[in-house]
């Protein structure tokens, strides 16, 4: 509104009384378009139909004030625009009653008054200006409506996709139960009867088979106990997928405990030790922190050096993200920094992100055993915790694994 001057037309005869008006109305910020007849009035009007008002002489040859403002108030676009009458004869009433019938809104009698003139061109020109601040508002909200109903229906199409995947994700769920039950019987049933049956042979036929024939069920016993392993790591990996999250405050030292009991006789054959710093209890999710401590655990005696013995060390600490100097972590997120250290064969940097994957192995089967599955199933926990887990190695240096659980 602002930028636009608002427009007035005015219309009279007479050339003198156009530039009349013009000077008594003058910077006030007005546009002036000039009509010396009612025709002339009735031609602009069809053009440009944007006035705020119309001053108008009532007597005019050919066509006068009345019926230009009749013809003005026929057009809907055009009735609403108010006509001021400028004339020289209000001496009756039926004359004064005629003016309004044809549709002014208001008359001024020759010679006019200035000040009068430019407070009455003034109030319907601050009403002009809000009609159109109206106009313009209920245009932006009409508009906005449009974009928020567009919004909904955008909303109400990915409300309807959601609930498709959501569908399609909970029959992959039972079809995912529907395995994890035919991993842990089916499949294991038939794999317990072929252990069962190359250990009878192994045991009563023995001395009866090959050099070659032994090798052959040696390996046929060695394929399926690595057969039970995978399935097993398997379905901890899937357990690890769970919905429900029960978080208790949890003693990690007791935790650890439990563990170099639960691996005795593997950290014993291995000649490891096992260091603590663990300082406090922390909120976490404890079955699946058992099962992520002792998978790194079970890595570090896995990939230790032969000729010098394992050492752990596992430290801990609250502290925020801040204090921590992590780009990863909130800086106003309090979290348990878990240290994990070992002083094994180590790895090269450039892996320190591939040995979380699912079945990644840096070594050969031949060299150290296992599955691939242990440090994807602990990422999982971690990730299962809303946490972050970071490795950092060197070969024959020992590796270091960071874990950040939120508290």
Do not use: W
Not at 88 to 109: C, E, L, P, R, W
Not at 196 to 201: A, K, L, S
Not at 320 to 332: A, F, Y
């Amino acid at each position: 509104m602002q930028k636009h001057s608002v427009k007035i037309l005015i219309v009279d005869d007479k050339k003198e009384n156009l530039l009349s008006l013009q000077v008594i109305l003058a910077d006030q910020g007005y546009e002036f378009v000039e009509a010396t007849s009612g025709k002339d009035a009735l031609r602009i009007l069809l053009k440009n139909q944007d006035f705020a008002i119309i001053l108008m002489d009532v007597q005019m040859p050919l066509m006068d004030g009345f019926e230009t403002a009749e013809l003005i108030r026929q057009s809907d676009k055009l009735k609403h625009v108010p006509i001021i009458f400028l004339t020289a004869n209000m001496n009756t009433s039926d004359y004064i009653f005629k003016g309004y019938q044809s549709g002014a809104v208001d008359y001024m009698i020759k010679p006019l008054s200035a000040e009068i003139l430019q407070a009455k061109v003034l109030v319907f020109t601050e009403l002009y200006k809000k009609n159109k601040e109206l106009q313009i508002k209920e245009e932006e909200t009409t508009a906005l409506n449009a974009k928020i109903t567009k919004a909904n229906e955008e909303l109400e199409k990915q409300y309807e996709a959601i609930e498709k995947y959501a569908a399609e994700l909970k029959k992959k769920n039972q079809e995912l139960d529907a395995f994890t039950h035919i991993s842990s019987h089916d499949l294991q049933e038939p794999l317990r009867k072929i252990q069962t049956f190359t250990n009878i042979i192994l045991a009563r036929e023995y001395d009866n088979l090959s050099p070659d024939g032994r090798i052959k069920f040696d390996r046929i016993l060695y394929a399926t106990n690595r057969m039970r392993e995978l399935i097993n790591d398997l379905l901890s990996f899937s357990r690890t997928n769970i919905t429900d999250r029960v978080y208790e405050n949890t003693d990690l030292n007791t935790m650890v405990e439990n563990i170099k009991e639960a691996l005795r006789e593997n950290i014993k054959e291995k000649n490891a030790v096992i260091v603590t710093d663990l300082h406090g209890k922390i909120n976490i999710i404890p079955f699946l922190f058992i099962q992520l401590l002792e998978n790194l655990v079970n890595n570090a005696l896995k990939f230790s050096k032969k000729d010098i013995p394992l050492q752990i060390e596992i430290k801990s600490r609250i502290a925020s993200g801040k204090d921590l100097k992590n780009d990863k972590l909130l800086p106003l997120e309090t979290y348990c920094h878990i240290s994990f250290k070992d002083n094994g064969i180590g790895f090269d940097p450039e892996y320190s992100e591939k040995i979380f994957g699912v079945f990644q192995r840096l070594h050969s089967r031949d060299v150290y055993e296992g599955t691939g599955m242990g440090l994807a199933i602990v990422k999982k926990i971690v990730e299962n915790h809303n946490g972050i887990i970071l490795a950092a190695a060197q070969p024959m240096q020992g590796a270091t694994f960071h874990i950040y659980i939120p508290q």
